[in-house]
């Protein structure tokens, strides 16, 4: 697992939690810290909605139905969650993308998405 310490956000500070109820990220920590391993790219910290939670559904990954045997709660509209950045980029070209948290968002989303198009979407604006 990488050292959440040494990651940085989009805004280039140290990495804040994104959820912790559910617990989210690639490494089940709170965070949307990355690697290697992540080929995913779990680092967009988004607020989910309705739309987008159909949205994702409809493209195949159904995040709101419950999966306990890989001990997944299911979202609902609120939950904050670590995205993959491509589904993110994906739901901004479709229109309905979630409201992201900079601060939790990590930098490697910007390999997919732009920071002006992270910050059109921010919760808060922090810079």
């Avoid at 045997?69 to 980029?89: S, V, Y």
Wanted: hydrophobic letters at 35%; glycine letters at 8%.
């Amino acid at each position: 697992m990488v050292d959440k310490a040494d990651s940085v956000n989009v805004l280039g500070e140290k990495l804040a939690d994104c959820s912790h109820d559910p617990v989210t990220g690639f490494f089940r920590d709170g965070c949307c810290n990355t690697s290697d391993e992540d080929r995913g790219s779990h680092t967009v910290c988004a607020v989910m909605t309705k739309e987008f939670l159909e949205f994702s559904r409809g493209r195949g990954n159904d995040l709101s139905t419950p999966r306990p045997e890989f001990g997944f709660p299911g979202l609902k509209a609120g939950d904050q969650w670590c995205l993959c950045a491509a589904r993110w980029r994906e739901a901004f070209q479709a229109g309905c993308a979630p409201r992201v948290v900079l601060a939790a968002t990590h930098e490697a989303a910007l390999q997919y998405v732009t920071l002006d198009q992270l910050r059109a979407h921010a919760l808060q604006t922090l810079h």
